[in-house]
């Protein structure tokens, strides 16, 4: 069997003898640059300055606080903001099973006529 790239699918395609053994036409490309879509052009890689990060890293300090051993687990060890988050996903998640589970039995019930 022949086979052949498809430009189309950019995959190889079975194809006859003649087919195969043809060249595929392809567009002329032009060497040109494009023109500059913006009015100032990009920076090289080789022009680029590296910045310095003028934060702390507070990385291990966030470690060390999360994987303190006090009992509590580590989506409520920030305190107030993790537990109203924690109550508002558990509600909605609780509200919304309930609103399923209604919602279920009323579509398995007959229509009265």
Not at 12 to 28: D, T
Not at 41 to 58: E, F, H, M, Q, R
């Amino acid at each position: 069997m022949y086979y052949k790239f498809s430009g189309f699918t950019q995959k190889l395609a079975g194809a006859w003898a003649s087919e195969a053994y043809s060249p595929q036409v392809r567009p002329v490309v032009s060497t040109e640059a494009p023109p500059i879509i913006f009015a100032t052009p990009t920076k090289l890689t080789s022009d680029s300055t590296v910045y310095d990060y003028a934060g702390k890293n507070k990385v291990p300090e966030l470690q060390k606080f999360f994987q303190k051993a006090d009992g509590v687990p580590v989506y409520l060890k920030r305190g107030l903001p993790d537990q109203m988050l924690y109550r508002t996903t558990m509600a909605l998640t609780v509200g919304g099973t309930i609103y399923c589970l209604i919602a279920l039995y009323m579509a398995s019930q007959p229509k009265n006529k």
